[in-house]
């Protein structure tokens, strides 16, 4: 059964004295969790009151969390949201759903699972571990298709 929700970032410190928090999306950017007018911490829901950007962090103020000391008990916290709330464009998928998936070359062979990506500076990379693991850039002429329900085709060059 797919989990109902979605990791989407880290509480890392408090902002203010009022009660908000400072949130390190793990989502394509903090814009994407302005979004949700709810999110879970260890299965509780806080709505949100108010969000706002500040240098690719969120800062939100949760209803029930009124003052510093109540923002810091949440400090290093991981916030979830409704993956029914979350509506992704065609061709997208949460990291998390990839993650176990069996991948496989373009000539049928198959190299093992996905075990983790890894967010570079120079972009995604996936990590695959079979009989060794392979590290492969996530870009169009390496990651050849996507499909959660069946795996990852992928095109190998020499080396990798």
Do not use: C
């Not at 814009?31 to 299965?43: A, H």
């Not at 949760?62 to 949201?81: F, P, Q, W, Y």
């Not at 409704?82 to 998936?101: T, V």
């Amino acid at each position: 059964m797919t989990n109902p929700y979605l990791e989407a970032g880290k509480i890392v410190n408090t902002h203010g004295v009022r009660g908000e928090v400072r949130i390190v999306p793990w989502a394509d950017s903090a814009e994407f969790l302005r979004r949700f007018r709810t999110f879970y911490i260890d299965g509780t829901a806080y709505k949100v009151l108010r969000s706002r950007v500040h240098k690719s962090q969120l800062i939100a103020a949760l209803e029930g969390v009124e003052d510093v000391n109540a923002a810091m008990a949440l400090k290093n916290r991981v916030i979830s949201i409704d993956r029914s709330d979350a509506k992704l464009p065609e061709g997208r998928y949460f990291i998390q759903d990839l993650i176990g998936l069996p991948v496989k070359t373009d000539e049928g062979a198959e190299l093992g699972t996905l075990s983790e990506v890894l967010d570079l500076p120079q972009g995604q990379v996936y990590v695959v571990k079979g009989e060794r693991e392979i590290l492969i850039p996530d870009v169009p002429e390496f990651i050849l298709n996507i499909d959660p329900e069946t795996g990852i085709t992928v095109h190998l060059i020499e080396g990798m």
